[in-house]
């Protein structure tokens, strides 16, 4: 069974600095992986995705995750905070069943940006 | 163009009522999914459509929920009778395929509280 594993459920940065949110993954074959963030109120909102190409993926808002098989992890990174960055991300594998495409999410990192 | 679209916003009501939530999808878009989020965690897959036929309700306690798509558009998720572990948030998506790493787009989902 496919997994992800997010280190962290709560992380805290100033307004300008990096961000980094952690993951790893759990599977049988090559994955596909995403981002996805959640603002209060909002619905899910794909940040980027990997699907086997390039493992370094650029994402909306100035996102980036690199993909290390070496590492099996997938950590979600930013140069720079901006307020509007605080929100739950989820990072989510997705699975092939039979007939259909099945996302699992982890339990999800809530950034908090501080002035 | 339009999101996926859910009502109500937000339920309450006490333990063992029935109670049912809407979605409609993005136009054209064959693949339903609905998700439960309980607070503190990742959506789970409840169920997944594939045009009016379902693909995966692995996870669908189908001894109280019950889901339908008719005519592979709208979609109705039904609890009867709900239980206190019921409360959560109820996600809808859709995809315009199934093939694995497509992307789904979330509603803004209906927070059930059942007391």
């Known amino acids: 069974a496919q997994s992800v594993t997010q280190l962290d459920s709560h992380v805290s940065v100033s307004e300008g600095t990096p961000v980094l949110l952690r993951c790893n993954y759990s599977?049988?074959?090559?994955?596909?992986l995403f981002w996805y963030v959640q603002h209060p109120n909002k619905g899910l909102q794909l940040l980027l995705k990997?699907?086997?190409?390039?493992?370094l993926v650029k994402g909306i808002n100035g996102f980036e995750a690199e993909f290390k098989k070496s590492e099996t992890s997938f950590h979600l990174t930013k140069p720079s905070a901006h307020m509007s960055d605080a929100a739950e991300y989820f990072c989510?594998?997705?699975?092939?069943?039979?007939?259909?495409?099945?996302?699992?999410f982890g339990t999800g990192t809530q950034l908090k940006v501080e002035l | 163009e339009a999101g996926v679209a859910q009502s109500p916003r937000y339920k309450i009501i006490e333990k063992r009522q029935s109670v049912a939530f809407w979605c409609n999808p993005i136009?054209?878009?064959?693949?339903l999914y609905w998700y439960q989020q309980i607070l503190g965690q990742g959506p789970k897959l409840l169920i997944q459509?594939?045009?009016?036929?379902?693909?995966?309700d692995s996870q669908l306690p189908k001894d109280r929920f019950s889901a339908e798509r008719l005519k592979g558009v709208d979609s109705t998720l039904k609890i009867q009778p709900a239980k206190l572990e019921d409360s959560a948030v109820y996600l809808c998506?859709?995809?315009?395929?199934?093939?694995?790493?497509?992307?789904?787009?979330f509603g803004s989902g209906t927070q059930l509280s059942v007391l």
């Open positions: 998506a859709s995809s315009s395929s199934r093939a694995r790493g497509e992307k789904l787009f």
């Open positions: 599977s049988s074959y090559s994955p596909s």
């Open positions: 990997y699907t086997s190409a390039a493992t």
């Open positions: 989510v594998v997705s699975t092939r069943t039979g007939g259909g495409n099945k996302l699992t």
């Open positions: 136009s054209g878009h064959a693949t």
């Open positions: 459509f594939q045009n009016n036929g379902v693909v995966d």
